[in-house]
């Protein structure tokens, strides 16, 4: 009996047609972000009928909404690809080559797309964008902050659902949970007898035929893509919604969403597989392995900016408490 479930039988293909030509090139995760992003659009207009955009002397429109949440999502996007090209890149090419940041071809000449978005990059960037905005249309920034903060995590549990259709990425670390997915690009090379030690108990768990198992095998990971859709998306969401009549002041809905999405997504990091080429930033092990989760001082690159993301958003909710009491 397999107490797993193998991606590949699902039958599902990153792109939407991939035996047309032309629409090739219409991904499932491209296609995610174009759903992520029209139902935060619905959100905000939702809370622009609700009167949440409106001051004493102005009422809010759809055409400034409209305005609004596109230059959030160009921000976001710049942010995002620049974030993920100089953080996460640690043979420094796009620090010695930046031209190539927003450049969606190979070596070879080949489309490829802006393959590589940072969440945490998107974040600031998208904030930058929401500040530019409401200072340029003399907005109040902390007021539409909020209404911008209810309507991220309905959009991004899209993301992460686009994330998990790609097939290959942000997979979690390997689990015998019966809800385990082996992902194709999930690979694990056993390269010493301690990791074929772990490798053979965990093949035995989940009902892996062990003749098969040469130098490299394929385990069940945990489908982290689908955690934190669920858990730092509409968890979120619901959460954020729920308060959305019942803030104090302008500002706090913004500082909540920061400081609960960041304590959610640290959690699940314990989930998700950190980056290979970077693996883990502080560690009890100096042989640590990224695909399992042997200690919880074993923190990772995502684990670190959610904290600061946590420590941003309290000191957002003081500001903006200070702010309003200004006003008062």
């Not at 974030?83 to 080949?110: C, H, K, M």
């Not at 920034?141 to 911008?148: G, I, K, R, S």
């Not at 002041?249 to 920061?258: H, K, P, V």
């Amino acid at each position: 009996m397999f107490l797993y479930i193998n991606y590949s039988s699902l039958k599902i293909h990153p792109q939407l047609f991939p035996s047309v030509p032309v629409l090739n090139l219409i991904r499932w995760y491209g296609l995610m972000y174009i759903v992520a992003f029209t139902v935060a659009y619905t959100v905000l207009k939702r809370v622009l009928k609700e009167g949440m955009l409106d001051t004493e002397t102005q009422h809010a429109t759809e055409d400034e909404v409209f305005s609004f949440i596109s230059t959030g999502i160009i921000f976001l996007l710049i942010g995002a690809r620049v974030f993920s090209s100089l953080v996460y890149d640690t043979a420094s090419e796009y620090w010695r080559r930046p031209w190539l940041i927003f450049w969606p071809f190979n070596s070879a000449g080949q489309f490829t797309g802006l393959a590589g978005m940072s969440y945490h990059g998107g974040f600031i960037g998208g904030l930058i964008g929401i500040i530019v905005w409401c200072k340029c249309h003399k907005k109040p920034v902390l007021q539409w902050l909020d209404a911008m903060a209810v309507a991220i995590p309905a959009g991004y549990t899209f993301g992460r659902i686009g994330n998990f259709l790609n097939g290959g990425e942000l997979f979690g670390r390997v689990t015998t949970m019966p809800w385990g997915v082996v992902f194709p690009d999930g690979e694990i090379i056993v390269d010493s007898m301690s990791k074929l030690h772990w490798v053979n108990i965990i093949a035995q768990r989940v009902g892996m035929n062990m003749t098969t198992i040469g130098s490299i095998i394929n385990l069940p990971r945990h489908p982290s893509q689908l955690y934190e859709a669920v858990f730092e998306g509409m968890f979120v969401f619901l959460i954020l919604w729920q308060l959305r009549n019942k803030r104090p002041f302008d500002g706090f809905l913004g500082g909540m969403y920061a400081i609960c999405y960041g304590a959610i997504r640290f959690i699940l990091e314990y989930f998700r597989q950190p980056d290979a080429h970077i693996g883990f930033r502080s560690t009890v092990q100096a042989d640590a392995d990224i695909a399992l989760n042997t200690s919880l001082r074993n923190i990772s690159t995502g684990q670190i900016l959610c904290a600061l993301m946590i420590v941003c958003g309290l000191l957002m909710l003081l500001y903006s408490y200070i702010q309003n009491r200004k006003h008062v």
